[in-house]
């Protein structure tokens, strides 16, 4: 039982080309979630998905773009990179429930560090 | 979106020694979480916790969501607990809302 997985780790990437950062989780977890760390600025949530053929925008979606391409896996794209997506990625997963109150626990992967040059 | 603040943005403990951290949000939530994050990246998941008190092991959490708070304690500090600790909240939908963190330092 792996968890949540992450591909790459690590990638440098030149100022417009593109690339997709791949996520998987082998809990049956319904709920996947994109975030970026910046220093100082704690994660910010960048695309979700609810359920599976679902994605919806979070706090910073713009440059950025998502594919939920079965239960197990969600991508993330960017399509011409930009020096100011340099950051660390991390691809979450969560039981979640649309109802209210329903518990959740998200568990992250281990993260890609992007650099734009 | 639901503004989270945490305090104190550092803190620097003699191994031993107990802290309290401190979550504040700005609004009402019905989901709370804590989260650390260790020297080498790693995020896990310590406590869902909306209202209420829990306790694992050396941790616990208490949340008053009446008046919009939330306290870690960590008890008897070790030099594992180093990292930086999350507060992330969120009300009736997906999005989780992340505090900037607490930098937890334990000194042997």
């Known amino acids: 039982n792996a968890g949540v997985t992450q591909t790459p780790k690590f990638q440098v990437l030149k100022t417009g080309q593109s690339m997709t950062l791949q996520c998987a989780q082998d809990?049956?977890?319904?709920?996947m979630y994109w975030y970026r760390q910046d220093p100082g600025m704690g994660l910010r949530l960048i695309y979700y998905?609810?359920?599976?053929?679902?994605?919806d925008k979070g706090e910073v979606p713009n440059g950025y773009n998502v594919s939920r391409l079965n239960k197990r896996e969600f991508s993330l794209r960017l399509e011409s990179a930009a020096p100011s997506q340099t950051s660390v990625y991390f691809c979450?997963?969560?039981?979640?429930?649309?109802?209210?109150?329903?518990?959740?626990?998200?568990?992250f992967g281990p993260g890609t560090r992007l650099l734009v040059l | 979106g639901i503004q989270v603040e945490q305090s104190p943005p550092d803190l620097i403990l003699q191994e031993g020694a107990n802290s309290t951290l401190r979550c504040n949000f700005s609004?009402?939530?019905?989901?709370l979480q804590w989260f650390h994050q260790n020297p080498w990246g790693q995020l896990i998941n310590l406590f869902y916790i909306p209202s209420g008190t829990k306790q694992n092991g050396r941790l616990s959490a208490t949340t008053v969501a009446t008046e919009r708070y939330s306290l870690l304690y960590i008890s008897s500090s070790q030099t594992t607990d180093s990292g930086v600790y999350f507060c992330a909240v969120g009300s009736n939908d997906y999005k989780l809302s992340f505090g900037a963190g607490t930098t937890v330092t334990v000194r042997a």
């Open positions: 809990m049956n977890h319904n709920s």
């Open positions: 979450a997963s969560s039981n979640r429930l649309l109802r209210q109150g329903a518990r959740e626990t998200q568990y």
């Open positions: 609004d009402s939530v019905n989901n």
């Open positions: 998905s609810a359920s599976e053929g679902t994605t």
